[in-house]
């Protein structure tokens, strides 16, 4: 069995910050990046950002870069999110998810193979 299993959704004011959790438990598993995802209602699940495990690389997707950070705790086996500046179009249900091998792309959701369940990130005007 793997988990994942994400934490720190809420409620926010439009320019305030959130950290989101991303713990993973479980059997062994392959893992190269580890990446968030983001999906509003009656839109297609969309990248945010990953990290790579190893070397701590990070890509980001244009509208957050600048303003949310990914890192991760190696000892801790988690991953975070810091949202800073947060917007309401940034409103959405976020998924952390593993990568389990190098490939050319981050942003296909295809290219990952375990998923989380979610926490919901509402910000208000």
């Known amino acids: 069995q793997v988990q994942l299993v994400e934490s720190g959704g809420g409620l926010v004011q439009a320019g305030g910050s959130l950290r989101l959790s991303c713990a993973a438990s479980g059997r062994t598993f392959s893992r190269y990046a580890m990446g968030w995802f983001r999906q509003a209602p009656g839109l297609e699940r969309e990248f945010v950002g990953a990290?790579?495990?190893?070397?701590?690389?990070?890509y980001y997707r244009d509208s957050v870069k600048g303003r949310f950070t990914i890192s991760r705790d190696i000892a801790k086996n988690t991953v975070y999110l810091q949202m800073n500046s947060l917007k309401p179009e940034d409103t959405a249900v976020y998924y952390c998810?593993?990568?389990?091998?190098?490939?050319?792309?981050?942003?296909?959701?295809?290219?990952?193979?375990?998923w989380g369940q979610g926490t919901q990130v509402t910000v208000s005007s």
């Open positions: 998810a593993n990568k389990p091998s190098r490939s050319l792309v981050y942003h296909l959701p295809g290219t990952y193979d375990y």
């Open positions: 990290t790579t495990w190893s070397s701590g690389n990070t």
